[in-house]
């Protein structure tokens, strides 16, 4: 009895490793290191790194986060990057190649991943709002007209900026027709625009899984420059606010000096 051969599938044996695989691969070591430093800088370094700065003791958040970086941070990506080098597997099998128990550490992995884009999709479906309305601005307090103004005018988000008035009444719909918040089920707290741009997101996300690694490289090399363009941008322009304030900016911000708010009266006050 003759038995027909299997059909042969190509293999390919990763630099360094010893296991050979048709898993995907990356075009070359540069377009790797490019995706991984893509992967690395995201709106969380532009916006809420520097938010947290601020907030909790400037230079002494930034030198724990320095030291966190080369104990955890660093170490653990190095480990992960190798170990998914050697087994040439995902974080479940990689874990598993180890020790089998282990496996559901690469599966909490994943799942953790799941969790932060469920975070970051949301993210990024509001600032696509915010791309296609920042030209005019209609969050601005000149501009800010909304059909819930009226009753914002006696609510007691009055106080706040329009700006933050904005984003909760016409970009995630979070308060009512008379600023009034969203009681949990109500079935009008939901934002139309919000979960479009949302939907594009994870369309968007699911096409490069897809697609595999060309489309990552091709994303990476395309959005890279732009984290420091705006990295860049926003560096000029805090040196321009901080000349305006004759270089005490930086010292508010570093925590070095106290900064000043409104108080009640109007008068600056301190904390």
């Not at 974080?91 to 559901?104: E, F, H, N, Y």
């Not at 308060?175 to 707290?189: I, R």
């Amino acid at each position: 009895m003759q038995v027909e051969p299997k059909a042969l599938v190509a293999v390919a044996k990763a630099p360094g490793s010893d296991i050979e695989t048709d898993r995907p691969r990356w075009m070359n070591r540069w377009t790797f290191l490019i995706a991984t430093v893509s992967a690395a800088i995201g709106i969380g370094n532009v916006v809420r790194f520097p938010y947290l700065t601020f907030k909790h003791g400037g230079s002494t958040f930034i030198w724990t986060y320095v030291y966190a970086l080369f104990v955890i941070g660093i170490p653990m990506l190095i480990l992960e990057l190798t170990l998914g080098q050697k087994m040439q597997k995902g974080s479940a099998g990689s874990m598993r190649g180890i020790v089998p128990r282990l496996a559901g550490i690469g599966y909490v992995a994943s799942f953790s991943g799941f969790v932060t884009a469920l975070t970051y999709n949301i993210i990024l479906g509001i600032s696509i709002i915010y791309l296609f309305t920042a030209s005019s601005q209609p969050y601005s307090a000149a501009n800010f007209n909304s059909s819930r103004n009226i009753g914002c005018q006696t609510a007691e988000i009055m106080q706040k900026p329009s700006e933050e008035i904005y984003l909760f009444t016409e970009v995630v719909n979070l308060y009512g027709e008379y600023c009034d918040v969203y009681q949990s089920g109500d079935p009008g707290a939901f934002s139309m625009p919000l979960f479009w741009s949302n939907a594009f997101c994870w369309f968007f996300c699911c096409l490069i899984m897809v697609v595999g690694p060309r489309a990552i490289e091709i994303k990476a090399i395309l959005t890279l420059p732009l984290r420091f363009i705006f990295i860049i941008v926003f560096v000029v322009n805090y040196m321009g606010l901080n000349n305006k304030e004759s270089g005490d900016a930086i010292g508010w911000y570093l925590n070095g000096d106290q900064f000043p708010l409104p108080s009640a009266e109007g008068e600056a006050t301190t904390f």
